[in-house]
């Protein structure tokens, strides 16, 4: 939609697409060997939601949404559970651009994220939700650029790698040692099983690399020609 012509300057574009993904392998995280693998068949499938709202012909307004449900074909044992694939994710932001002077503003504020997702194959362990928010702001001119970007914006603290993986801290019992009455591996963990019951065989839960904090970085960029 576009109105003009003396009017208040509007462009919309939505869109919307459906999709289905079979794959004929699936390649997962070893958290024992701290590599992937190839593993069963999956299944996946899902929606995507798309807009863009140019509020004047230099400011717009974005946003990107996706659902997604995604499965082993042939896993019946955990639920046909997929660990880490994402379920919801979104992104947008505001961008402008405008004259200015001899050169040409330009800035930017952009979001990112994913929702809570499974870590274990049956969901009983998961990561958690996050959003990182971006600032960029620039100016060009015929024989100059400057730029400053800033990233984590808000410093939100969270995960922007984690696995499922099994470990075992200095104070945990001795492996094969009887779990002490009382003794738990914390929220979102559970005890690693193993051939005897009632034995400590490690700790079931997230192993992850912290986003970074807050930052920012000035660029300036010269044009000899």
Request: contains cysteine.
């Amino acid at each position: 939609e576009r109105a003009s012509g003396g009017g208040p300057f509007v462009v919309l574009d939505l869109a919307a697409a459906l999709w289905q993904l079979h794959l004929s392998s699936e390649t997962v995280w070893n958290g024992d060997d701290g590599t992937t693998g190839v593993s069963d068949p999956t299944d996946r499938r899902g929606i995507e939601l798309e807009g863009r709202y140019e509020v004047t012909p230099w400011l717009a307004a974005d946003l990107e949404l996706t659902f997604t449900h995604s499965q082993f074909t042939t896993d019946v044992q955990n639920g046909g559970g997929l660990a880490l694939a994402p379920k919801q994710t979104w992104s947008g932001g505001l961008s402008m651009r405008h004259a200015l002077g001899p050169g040409a503003i330009r800035a930017g504020l952009r979001f990112f994220g994913i929702g809570e997702r499974p870590a274990s194959d049956d969901g009983a362990i998961t990561v958690p939700a996050w959003t990182e928010l971006d600032l960029h702001v620039g100016y060009r001119a015929k024989r100059f650029d400057l730029a400053l970007d800033v990233e984590n914006l808000t410093d939100a603290h969270f995960y922007s790698a984690a696995f499922d993986t099994v470990s075992r801290l200095r104070t945990d019992p001795a492996m094969g040692a009887p779990i002490p009455p009382g003794f738990s591996c914390g929220p979102n963990a559970r005890l690693a099983a193993g051939p005897s019951a009632n034995r400590f065989y490690g700790c079931e839960g997230l192993d992850f690399t912290p986003a970074y904090p807050f930052s920012a970085r000035l660029t300036g960029t010269f044009f000899f020609d």
